[in-house]
């Protein structure tokens, strides 16, 4: 399979930073799995459906078909059973997604499906059941090094009407959503990663093998010539 350089560092983010003990790139669901919390499902998504603001992002999708396309970049689970899903998106001229309003309207969606995915598959931990208020169970977060301008404008004021819209739901399921790029990404994601990684001198992680790769202690190559030459003129 495939793996991006971005999932890659998504991935070694949740197992070096955020001390994830499982953790997956590309985590789709199955089928199989016993659904959970139906009725709070169809709850959120009918109040999403229902929003003006937000309305264009579901369209005429059924929740059901709405969850089979999920997909999550990189998911973790900690020691405590806290979830991290992460979406990251790495594009080397800036987040594209097609125009500004494409772009919202998707990264919106990557937030909301993660969000009904983990309260469909994951509600049985015992992160869920922690009666503690203050406890986080669940981080969903977007990340993306460059989003430029206005852009990232637009999608941090839309990404706020979400949070404002979803802000019951969120505080009674103890779920943060965060949207993190340019200088924070570099402060919140990579830096401490590659902080992390100087701990770890052995790994299989792509993006930290590359990173290894690009700060090894390279040294010209010293020509042994002259010193050939030397030794058979001392021979003579």
């Given amino acids: ?43 959120i998504f009918e109040k999403i459906s229902g929003a003006e603001t937000f309305r264009g992002i579901l369209k005429k999708s059924k929740l059901d078909q709405f969850l089979k396309q999920a997909e999550i970049d990189a998911l973790g689970i900690d020691q405590t059973g806290k979830i991290y899903a992460i979406d990251i998106a790495y594009h080397e001229e800036g987040l594209r997604y097609g125009s500004t309003e494409e772009a919202k309207a998707r990264i919106m969606k990557k937030f909301v499906r993660s969000y009904l ?29 460059k989003v430029i301008g206005e852009r990232d404008e637009s999608i941090h004021e839309y990404f706020n009407e979400l949070i ?14 965060r949207y993190i790029t340019n200088d924070e990404f570099k402060k919140v994601i990579l830096d401490p990663t590659l902080k992390a990684c100087k701990k770890n001198a052995d790994t299989n992680e792509l993006f930290l093998r590359s990173y290894k790769l690009l700060n090894l202690p390279y040294t010209e190559a010293k020509s042994t010539k002259k010193k050939a030459i030397s030794s058979a003129s001392s021979s003579l």
């Fill in 1 to 43: 399979m495939k793996i991006e350089i971005g999932e890659s560092l998504a991935l070694s983010y949740l197992k070096h930073v955020k001390e994830c003990v499982i953790y997956q790139t590309n985590w789709k669901s199955s089928s199989r799995w016993k659904k959970c919390n139906e009725e709070k499902l169809a709850t």
């Fill in 117 to 145: 995915a983990v309260l469909r598959y994951f509600s049985s931990l015992s992160s869920f059941s922690d009666p503690s208020p203050e406890e986080e169970r669940c981080e969903i977060i977007f990340a993306s090094p």
């Fill in 164 to 177: 404002a819209l979803l802000e019951p739901e969120l505080k009674r399921d103890k779920v943060v959503f």
